[in-house]
């Protein structure tokens, strides 16, 4: 009778099991409806971000950014195409991760979250994690808890990859404006502080059984979050090769930032590239809150011009968070369309 119990209990567990494993993106859906509840806040900061960008340009000179923004025309196809190269590193980072399972994901699947995750990261207020949240979401119709697992993975590397770039940024401003600069003492700060976050994560997904606590708080995630702790076990706990390729992309984006500078009529090179992209990381940092960092990075451009040689012009500085902000709502609404017409079909 005992034996027949212990039958009887474990086809039931096992059917509740299959009933919850056919609803793998149950995962996106109960995260998702958390990010709807923060959303109003965010949605109010976004609204204080854009009335602070309206301030900043008033304040720099309707025409004089005007101007800016119309002489970088014949670079925008290059500006262009370095967000997508670096943008793309980050679905090939993700790839690494999931070795041969890759595989089991469709092509179309890959492309069509990489767009989602874009998409929201930019126009939505749920900012990057949320963008992480619907390509997991995605990929788990595929790969189940694979992907709760290795997006959680990939936050921690973009973490470290930010470190890595911030390093030199930071040693580039402190030799030209002295280490005791603010723009040099937020991107050490900055370094530090993705540095332990990043490495916080990594142990505490490889270690704690994320998964199995999941389980426990949603019951939808009971299959899913179990099998997120399978696939974390046996992996390294630093994904070196997940941090090199976001690291190749931020590299990109260093070039992009430079190319941008001297479009609006800044210097060109290595060292003012670096200055630039230091001071967009910063600006991100500080506006981590605020939907895609809107008046935040603006305001960074404005408060650290002086480090780009255009203190004197502040609609030049302004100009550069602007430009590079034009390209991400043009890619974002366009990657959104395309998604949605992939979904459709």
Known sequence: MQSESNLAEGADERSEAAADAEKPSDAGS????????????????????????????????????????TRTAPFLPLVFA??????????????????????EVRRRTWLQSALLAYSIMILLPAGRAGGEVARASILSRSSGGRAIAHSTRLQASVLLANTGISL????????????GHPLALLLLGNAVATAAAGTAILLVAKHSKVGEKLSRWFKSLRVIGREADRVLGPQPTIPARAIAWIGLGRVIQTVQYGVI?????GAFGLEASLVTQGIHLVGAGLGDFV???????????????????L???????????????????SLAGTALVVSQIMARR
């Not at 370095?82 to 090939?92: F, G, K, R």
């Not at 500078?261 to 009529?265: E, I, K, N, P, S």
């Not at 203190?311 to 709502?329: E, K, M, N, T, Y």
């Open 30 to 69: 109960v995260v998702k409806r958390r990010f709807r509840k923060s959303s109003i806040g965010r949605w109010a900061l976004f609204v204080i971000g854009i009335f602070a960008v309206g301030l900043l340009v008033r304040e720099a000179g309707w025409d004089q950014v005007r101007s800016a923004i």
């Open 82 to 103: 370095l967000e997508i190269a670096w943008v793309s590193l980050d679905t090939v980072a993700l790839r690494s991760m999931y070795g041969e399972a890759r595989h």
């Open 168 to 179: 030199p940024c930071w040693l580039t401003v402190a030799l030209s404006s002295g280490w």
């Open 291 to 309: 939907p895609n960092a809107v008046g935040i990075t603006e305001g960074a451009y404005r408060l650290f011009a002086d480090a780009l040689g």
């Open 261 to 265: 500078l001297f479009a609006v009529g």
């Open 311 to 329: 203190g004197d012009d502040p609609a030049r500085a302004i100009s550069i968070a602007l430009v590079a902000r034009l390209c991400q709502f």
